[in-house]
């Protein structure tokens, strides 16, 4: 059974960091695609990040570049999403799943997500 646990969301002023942590299980991360997304309230669900290990890819929406890092541990069966530099805009519910990274289509099942607040 494919299962997915957010982790290290919290409230921080603009300008700060989060890391935030997706621990997987039921499948193979290192031949797999994880993605992250996030959800603010009254708005779609919009992918962030994703990495692909079989094509040892990662990948980034515009918004995030050069502030966000999306990195992967095998041994921890754990994808982590390093925030830099977060604005308000970044405020949400922030999710994994597994992904096909170039259309940012996420399939399979969800975890609870994590919250994230960016706010003075």
């Known amino acids: 059974q494919v299962e997915f646990v957010e982790s290290g969301g919290d409230l921080v002023q603009p300008g700060g960091s989060l890391r935030l942590s997706c621990t997987t299980s039921g499948f193979r991360l290192d031949l797999s695609a994880v993605g992250w997304f996030r959800q603010a309230p009254g708005k779609e669900r919009e992918g962030v990040s994703c990495?692909?290990?079989?094509?040892?890819?990662?990948f980034y929406r515009d918004s995030v570049k050069d502030r966000f890092t999306i990195s992967m541990a095998n041994e921890e069966n754990t994808v982590y999403l390093q925030m830099n530099n977060l604005k308000p805009e970044d405020t949400g519910v922030y999710y994994c799943a597994l992904t096909i990274c170039s259309s940012w289509y996420a399939f399979g099942s969800w975890g609870q997500g994590t919250q994230v607040t960016v706010s003075s």
């Open positions: 990495i692909s290990a079989s094509e040892g890819r990662t």
